[in-house]
């Protein structure tokens, strides 16, 4: 079982935009698709999925950035344009928490990546299990558990 230290600060690169997680993660993952590489300007995305009870803004007034659509809402500081977390519609009991944004980022290696169909071909990210795009839904309990007794 990991320490997760919590709770853990966090904030965007500009400073303006803060953030609090006081819970565990759920999972922590990384993701391959097209749309993370473009938003995060990287060869895949990191997140954490933290219950909603355990996150907060604690400064600042986060945007809505990304896709403007009804699926998913992410959101970016206003000033330096980084991608903080998404909220994905009709799933409101946690936040998918960008973890390079939290204090001691190192701890939230991926255990899942997702995806992977779209991953490009020198893009690693060493997660325990890989997914061709998500994983099922009924697999995600299971996950959440391994998680837990993972690290
Ligand atoms: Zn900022
Ligand atoms: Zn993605």
Redesign the pocket.
């Known amino acids: 079982m990991m320490d997760w230290k919590l709770p853990r600060q966090g904030?965007?690169?500009?400073?303006?935009?803060k953030i609090t997680v006081s819970a565990a993660p759920l999972v922590t993952m990384a993701c391959h698709c097209t749309g993370c590489q473009k938003m995060s300007s990287s060869a895949y995305s990191l997140s954490a999925a933290i219950p909603a009870e355990g996150f907060a803004v604690t400064e600042?007034e986060p945007v809505i950035g990304g896709l403007h659509g009804a699926d998913a809402h992410h959101y970016?500081?206003?000033?330096?344009?980084?991608w903080?977390f998404t909220k994905a519609e009709g799933m409101d009991w946690f936040v998918n928490v960008r973890p390079t944004l939290l204090e001691g980022a190192g701890d939230f290696a991926p255990y899942i990546e997702t995806w992977v169909g779209e991953k490009l071909p020198f893009a690693e990210t060493g997660a325990v299990k890989s997914y061709e795009a998500l994983p099922p839904m009924e697999d995600y309990e299971g996950l959440m558990k391994e998680f837990r007794e993972w690290g």
């Open positions: 904030a965007c690169r500009c400073g303006r935009v600042g970016f500081c206003s000033h330096c344009m980084s903080m």
